[in-house]
């Protein structure tokens, strides 16, 4: 076992273009098993940028996980009229937006993807205006 700490990995750092993945490890000291048997797939995206963006990268990163679902349409068809649009900060990004359980309702996450506070807006396109519930 490795104890960071007293035995770190790493003893010094030079700038390059090495990666280092550390996805697994054991160093907890805690009652399970510090192995784990067969082949284990991990996927790893690289994004080339300029300065870092805290925003734009969690963004990349939900868009990996959460990717656009795409579905046919007929030949024609019309759009859907939007829900709600969001403005202001491009840092605040809507997570997830579902129906509520009784049917009356949608239920909307709002994520300000950066470290700074951000502000936006919700102009809801539906009919009546929502009911706000802030969590915090």
């Known amino acids: 076992m490795s104890d960071p700490v007293n035995e770190p990995w790493?003893?010094?750092w030079t700038p390059s273009n090495r990666l280092f993945s550390?996805?697994?490890?054991?160093?907890w000291f805690v009652n399970y098993k510090g192995h784990?048997?067969?082949q284990i797939p991990f996927r790893y995206s690289l994004?080339?940028?300029?300065?870092f963006d805290s925003a734009e990268a969690k963004k990349f990163g939900i868009g990996l996980v959460q990717p656009l679902v795409?579905?046919?349409?007929?030949?024609?068809?019309?759009?859907?009229?939007?829900l709600l649009k969001l403005t202001g900060?491009?840092?605040?990004?809507?997570?997830?937006?579902?129906?509520?359980?009784d049917g009356k309702g949608y239920l909307l996450r709002l994520f300000n993807t950066s470290d700074k506070p951000a502000s936006a807006t919700l102009n809801w396109g539906g009919a009546g205006q929502p009911k706000w519930f802030f969590e915090q």
Do not use: C, F, Y
Request: charged share 15%; net charge positive; aromatic share 2%.
């Open 47 to 51: 994004r080339p940028h300029k300065a």
């Open 70 to 82: 795409v579905a046919p349409v007929g030949e024609g068809q019309q759009g859907l009229p939007s």
């Open 10 to 12: 790493l003893k010094t």
């Open 89 to 101: 900060d491009p840092a605040v990004i809507v997570t997830s937006l579902k129906p509520t359980r």
């Open 22 to 27: 550390w996805v697994m490890n054991n160093v």
């Open 36 to 38: 784990q048997v067969g």
